[in-house]
């Protein structure tokens, strides 16, 4: 069983349209990220929840709305989607904040 | 604000040679410290962490970082690197406020050539 899973791995859209990234895990933790990794390899944190609860919004876009019905999940919609916000995606957990991060193996947006 | 700096973008390196890859960060807090490492094409995973204690941790395939409070770094190195380590290598910290977040330095491409 996968940890932390995203669906999709792979998304090319055209620039304006709306699209979701969804993410799970099954390891039981209370917190959960969403980061961004651009072309150089970046890995800059979006949003962070903790027990459903939005903790970290870091100065993203409103057209970044981050969704989590429950702990186990934290989805990612996106509207408007611009060329910019091609990268891959990584949704990842965390149980305390003395453990490790568990990691999605991203999902990579293309917007064309 | 708090930040983490790896200074250099790519290490170059033979492979048997020893590799040392920079960690700053800024501190006025105590911390969590960990390095990830990036294969191509795919998520991160943990390379080593430090939380307390000894401040030399060590991974199962032979990678090291120290922990130097005075000098905010978490260096990682490795004393005879191969070709399956060329990958890249994030640093990453918790600071212990009371925000959950998790920050990351920019990388460091370690190339181990032939």
């Known amino acids: 069983d996968t940890a932390v899973s995203q669906t999709p791995k792979y998304l090319v859209t055209q620039m304006g349209n709306d699209k979701s990234i969804k993410c799970e895990q099954n390891l039981g933790h209370d917190t959960m990220y969403w980061y961004k990794q651009d072309s150089k390899k970046f890995l800059k944190i979006m949003f962070s929840y903790n027990n459903k609860e939005l903790i970290i919004n870091e100065t993203v876009p409103n057209r970044f709305s981050p969704k989590s019905p429950d702990k186990a999940h934290l989805n990612l919609h996106i509207n408007s989607l611009e060329l910019g916000d091609s990268a891959v995606y990584f949704c990842a957990s965390q149980g305390r904040v003395n453990t490790e991060a568990f990691f999605g193996q991203g999902t990579r947006l293309t917007v064309v | 604000a708090q930040s983490v700096t790896q200074l250099d973008s790519q290490v170059p390196v033979f492979e048997e040679a020893p590799v040392e890859l920079r960690c700053n960060y800024s501190s006025s807090v105590s911390v969590y410290l960990f390095w990830y490492v990036q294969y191509p094409n795919q998520g991160l995973q943990l390379l080593l962490k430090y939380l307390s204690g000894s401040t030399l941790v060590e991974s199962i395939n032979g990678f090291e970082a120290e922990f130097n409070k005075s000098q905010t770094s978490f260096h990682l190195r490795k004393p005879s690197v191969h070709i399956s380590d060329t990958a890249e290598y994030f640093c990453?910290?918790?600071?212990?406020?009371?925000?959950?977040?998790?920050?990351f330095g920019s990388g460091t491409r370690l190339l181990v050539r032939p």
């Open positions: 990453a910290v918790t600071w212990m406020d009371s925000s959950y977040k998790l920050i």
